[in-house]
């Protein structure tokens, strides 16, 4: 598989957090649509309602945990992280997403602008303890 540049950057960080899970934690990906929203929403408005819902913005090591074990993704799926940012070596936050597209599986990292407004179709990784 492939890994991006930027996540490539967060990954080598010394301080990159690694967590050990003390229970199973599932991953939920829901769109803004899922959550009741028809047009385009802010990350922030989006982890709210999830919330709501009983889901939680995911660790920040769920992104490279989910490419090494989703291996099924279907062609086109682009996956964002719902992560609180990580700032990569230039200082600018940053979220992970996975991706399988004509070059195949990959793990990114993209700027996190918490103004960006996101289409109600696209799907974000939340976690749901169990």
Not at 60 to 72: H, I, K, M, T, W
Request: proline share 7%; hydrophobic share 40%.
């Amino acid at each position: 598989m492939r890994v991006g540049k930027w996540a490539n950057d967060l990954l080598s960080k010394p301080a990159f957090p690694c967590a050990s899970y003390g229970t199973e934690i599932r991953f939920v990906a829901l769109s803004g649509r899922d959550l009741g929203f028809m047009e385009k929403v802010r990350l922030r408005e989006i982890c709210t309602r999830a919330k709501e819902f009983g889901f939680h913005q995911s660790p920040s090591d769920a992104g490279p945990a989910l490419r090494a074990v989703y291996e099924e993704q279907p062609l086109s799926e682009r996956l964002i992280i719902a992560m609180i940012a990580v700032f990569d070596s230039k200082g600018i936050p940053r979220a992970f997403y996975v991706v399988n597209d004509r070059r195949g599986l990959g793990l990114y990292a993209n700027f996190l602008d918490p103004e960006e407004l996101w289409p109600p179709e696209q799907k974000f990784v939340f976690m749901q303890e169990e």
